[in-house]
C-alpha cells in the first residue's frame, strides 16, 4: 500500500498568479515614488536659494513694478496682432527697448547731451589759438577745419557710438564696462583697458564739472553789470562755482528723471540758441557748405599751412566731447530716445560750427579782432546784447555738461560691482524705471573730490 504523498505547496505556488502581478505591480510603483521623491529631493536642493534680504525694499518695488509693466507690453503685443503689420511695428516699437516717449526725450536733452552741448563755446577757440591766431588763417583752413569737424562727428559721435555702440548693451546698459561683459570670454587680458577706461572715465566725472561750471562762471565777468564785483572779489567766481556743485550733487538722491525734464528744456533751448545764431552767420557766406566734402579736411591735415600738423586732431576732437555719454546715460534714457533726440543734436552742433567758420572767412582781414588774446568766435559772432543771453545760457549748459557725467558715472560703478571688481554698495532706484539710479557713496566721493581738484587747481 502506497503512501499518499501530500506536496507542501512553497509560499510562491500558494499566491495566486495575478496576486504576484499585483505585487509586482506594487513595489515597481513604490520605486519609482521613490526614484521620483529622490529626483525632487535632488532638485531641490541644486534650487538656488533666493533670500528677500539680499534686496532692499525700493528694489522690490521696482522689481514688482517692472513684471506688471512686462505684463502690459506683452497684453499690447496680443492686441496688436490683429491691426496688421503696421500695427506690430508700433506696438513693438512701444514696448521694446527701443520705445520712444516725449517725457524721456526730453530726459535725454538734460541728461545725455549737455557735455558734448558745451563744445562750440571752446573747440574753434582753441583751433586758433593752434594756428596761431585770426591772422593766419585762409579759406583753405577754415574749409579743412569745418570737414574735420564734422567728419570726426559723423564717424565717432554717429556711426560708432549712435549706431554700433549703443546696438551692444548688455540687458540696456551701456557703457565700457557692458561691452566688455559681453568679450570677456574672449580673454582675461580684456579685463585691463576696460578697467583703464573706466577709470578715465569716473576721473572725467570729476573733471567736467570743476572746469566746465568754473569756465562758465567766469564767463559772467565779461558782462558789465557783473565786472566790477569780480574785480572787488577775486574768489568770487570760485565761491559760486562750489555752491553750484554742492546743490548739483545734492538734487542727485531725487533722480534724474526729474531735473531731467528741467535740464532738458534748457538744453533744448541752448541747441535752438545754437543753431539760430550759426544760421545767422552762415547766411553770409552759403558757399561754408562746400567744406562738407572730405577732400578739404584730408588736404588741410596734410598741408603745410597746418601748423600743427597731425595734432590738429586733439583739437578736432574736442567736437565730440561727451559722445561716450550717449552710450553710458542709455540705461538712463532708453535706446529709443536717443535715437529720436541725436539729428536734432547733431543738426544745431554743425550748423554753429559753420556758422563760426562763417564769421571767421568774413573777419579774417580785421586788424582790430587780431589783436586780441584768447579770440573766441562763439562769443564774438553774437550781438552785444545778445552776449548776455548767452553767458547765461553757457553757465547753465556747463551745469548740464556735468549731469551727464554724474549719470554716466553711477552706471559705470553699477556695472563694475556687477564684474565683482568694487565692493558691492548701496543702490537706490528713485524714478519709475529701473535704469534710473542712484549710489550715495559715489555721489559723496564725486562731490568732494571735485570741489578738492576746483579748490587745488
Not at 203 to 230: H, M, N, Q, Y
Not at 332 to 353: D, E, M, Q, S
Not at 414 to 443: C, D, K
Request: contains cysteine; hydrophobic residues 50%; proline residues 3%.
Amino acid at each position: 500500500m502506497t503512501k499518499s504523498r501530500t506536496a507542501v505547496p512553497s509560499n510562491d505556488s500558494t499566491k495566486d498568479p495575478r496576486n504576484g502581478a499585483k505585487d509586482s505591480e506594487k513595489s515597481t510603483k513604490s520605486l519609482k515614488s521613490t526614484k521620483d521623491a529622490i529626483l525632487r529631493a535632488a532638485s531641490f536642493t541644486k534650487a538656488p536659494q533666493v533670500s528677500k534680504k539680499t534686496t532692499t525694499r525700493e528694489e522690490r518695488k521696482v522689481i514688482a513694478q517692472q513684471q506688471a509693466q512686462e505684463v502690459k507690453e506683452a497684453e499690447k503685443l496680443v492686441a496688436s496682432a490683429v491691426r496688421g503689420p503696421l500695427g506690430r511695428w508700433w506696438a513693438k516699437l512701444q514696448t521694446s527697448s527701443d520705445r520712444f516717449t516725449l517725457g524721456m526725450a526730453i530726459v535725454a536733452l538734460g541728461v545725455v547731451y549737455g557735455d558734448i552741448g558745451t563744445s562750440p563755446l571752446y573747440t574753434a577757440q582753441t583751433f586758433l589759438a593752434g594756428q596761431g591766431g585770426l591772422q593766419n588763417i585762409n579759406r583753405a583752413t577754415i574749409y579743412g577745419m569745418l570737414s574735420l569737424l564734422f567728419w570726426s562727428i559723423t564717424l565717432i559721435t554717429t556711426v560708432k557710438y549712435v549706431f554700433v555702440a549703443m546696438r551692444t548693451d548688455n540687458k540696456g546698459e551701456g557703457g565700457i564696462f557692458a561691452l566688455y561683459s559681453l568679450l570677456r570670454k574672449k580673454g582675461a587680458w580684456l579685463a585691463i583697458p576696460a578697467m583703464i577706461g573706466g577709470a578715465a572715465f569716473l576721473a572725467d566725472s570729476v573733471l567736467t564739472p570743476a572746469v566746465s561750471i568754473s569756465s562758465a562762471v567766469e564767463g559772467l565777468r565779461t558782462i558789465a553789470v557783473f565786472k566790477p564785483i569780480f574785480l572787488e572779489n577775486e574768489n568770487l567766481s570760485m565761491m559760486i562755482t562750489i555752491v553750484i556743485i554742492v546743490i548739483l550733487f545734492s538734487v542727485q538722491q531725487r533722480g534724474t528723471e526729474r531735473i531731467g525734464k528741467v535740464f532738458g528744456i534748457v538744453v533744448m533751448l541752448w541747441f535752438a540758441f545754437l543753431a539760430l545764431v550759426g544760421v545767422m552767420n552762415i547766411d553770409q557766406d552759403w558757399a561754408i557748405f562746400e567744406a562738407l566734402n572730405p577732400i578739404y579736411g584730408v588736404k588741410f591735415l596734410f598741408s603745410t599751412h597746418n601748423v600743427q600738423g597731425l595734432a590738429v586732431m586733439g583739437v578736432i576732437f574736442l567736437s565730440t566731447t561727451g559722445a561716450e555719454a550717449l552710450y553710458s546715460d542709455m540705461g538712463h534714457v532708453g535706446r529709443g530716445n536717443v535715437y529720436a533726440t541725436w539729428p536734432f543734436i547733431k543738426v544745431a552742433l554743425l550748423l554753429n560750427y559753420f556758422g563760426q567758420g562763417a564769421w571767421m572767412l568774413k573777419n579774417q582781414n580785421d586788424k582790430a579782432l587780431w589783436s586780441i588774446e584768447g579770440l573766441n568766435p562763439f562769443f564774438q559772432m553774437l550781438e552785444p546784447n545778445v552776449r548776455y543771453v548767452a553767458v547765461i545760457l553757457s553757465v547753465t549748459a556747463g551745469i548740464i555738461a556735468s549731469q551727464a557725467l554724474i549719470t554716466g558715472a553711477y552706471t559705470m560703478v553699477s556695472e563694475a560691482t556687477s564684474l565683482n571688481w568694487m565692493p558691492h554698495l548701496q543702490v537706490r532706484y528713485p524714478a519709475r524705471t529701473r535704469g534710473q539710479l542712484y549710489i550715495p557713496v559715489v555721489n559723496v566721493v564725486l562731490c568732494v573730490a571735485t570741489i578738492t581738484v576746483l579748490a587745488v587747481f
